[in-house]
């Protein structure tokens, strides 16, 4: 049996804010995790052995279907999207949006509830708000809780 690589970070990078691929950034070259940007289109990225982008075609959910394929027990996936969060949590991935909360299966069920909620107001023709303005204290959200599963993360010494 092949062993498996230490954990790494997936980010459905169409929708990352910038300021969160920075905080991202930062943490993979200081803690040397793999970080992938997964998008469909071209992302530039700093020169670092451990970060990389994955453009993907253009399609409903091709970002969403090739994170989903690819992700691992007890990868961290960064993602605003409900339906992929529980995707990565059924593979046993952590699944954490960029605002700093973390998807678990007991709130799983309450935010797909909510999302579809939404969608049918929407498309009722409804006007719904758009998301809330991203302030400091999701940034510093997001961070603490980057920094707690880096900590908890099993890690290989080559």
Not at 4 to 27: M, N, T, Y
Not at 70 to 76: A, E, N, Y
Not at 98 to 115: C, F, I, K, Q, V
Not at 116 to 144: C, I, K, W, Y
């Amino acid at each position: 049996m092949s062993e498996r690589a230490a954990p790494q970070i997936w980010v459905d990078a169409d929708a990352c804010p910038g300021v969160i691929k920075e905080i991202l950034f930062r943490a993979a070259d200081r803690t040397k995790v793999a970080v992938t940007l997964v998008a469909n289109q071209w992302l530039r990225t700093p020169p670092s052995p451990f970060i990389r982008s994955l453009q993907v075609p253009g399609g409903f959910d091709a970002a969403d279907s090739e994170i989903v394929g690819r992700v691992q027990p007890g990868d961290l996936v960064v993602t605003q999207d409900i339906p992929l969060a529980a995707l990565v949590l059924d593979k046993g991935g952590i699944a954490l949006n960029p605002r700093g909360e973390r998807y678990t299966p007991d709130n799983m069920a309450e935010r797909l509830s909510m999302r579809n909620f939404m969608d049918e107001l929407r498309g009722s023709g409804v006007q719904t708000s758009g998301p809330a303005v991203f302030h400091a204290r999701d940034r510093q959200a997001f961070a603490n809780q980057l920094d707690m599963w880096l900590a908890q993360r099993p890690r290989h010494t080559d």
